[in-house]
Structure formats: C-alpha cells, structure tokens
C-alpha cells in the first residue's frame, strides 16, 4: 500500500522510502516523512489534487506523484 491509497482519517507507518527519488528523498526527510513514522490523512482535494497529510510536528500535502513511491502499512 501506498500513502497516495490512505483514505481520509486513516493513519499509517512508513515501511519504505526506496522508490523515492534522490531529489525529493531530500525533501520529504525535511518535512520529518522517515521509516516507522506516524502518519495521518486529513483531506483528499479534489479531481486528483494533491492530499493533506499530519505527522506529529505539521501537516503538509503531497502530490500524487510523490505519495504514491511511500510504501506504508495501515496502523488500527
């Protein structure tokens, strides 16, 4: 699963940043977005825009072409 496939008030933990390119690798780590980190999806915007995201220390939204390289697994 992806973090792009989280649905609205779901919350997951980061498995793996592997398919993340180099270039944005650099800026989601900035954001705090790092393996076994807590995260929480607030808003989907609509006709495919980017969705809103929580960590501990913000919130931040990320295009699909950036979620969709986080693999995440859904916390209960």
């Keep these: 699963m992806t973090l792009w496939n989280l649905k609205p008030n779901e ?12 270039d944005v690798s650099f800026k989601i780590r900035d954001l705090g977005i790092l393996e076994s980190e807590e995260i929480g999806c607030l808003q989907w915007i609509p006709f495919g825009g980017p969705r809103v995201y929580k960590l501990e220390n913000g919130v ?8 969709q390289n986080i693999e995440v697994e859904l916390i209960s």
């Design 11 to 22: 919350n997951c933990r980061v498995k793996d940043l592997k398919k993340v390119s180099k």
């Design 60 to 67: 931040f939204a990320l295009e699909k072409s950036i979620a």
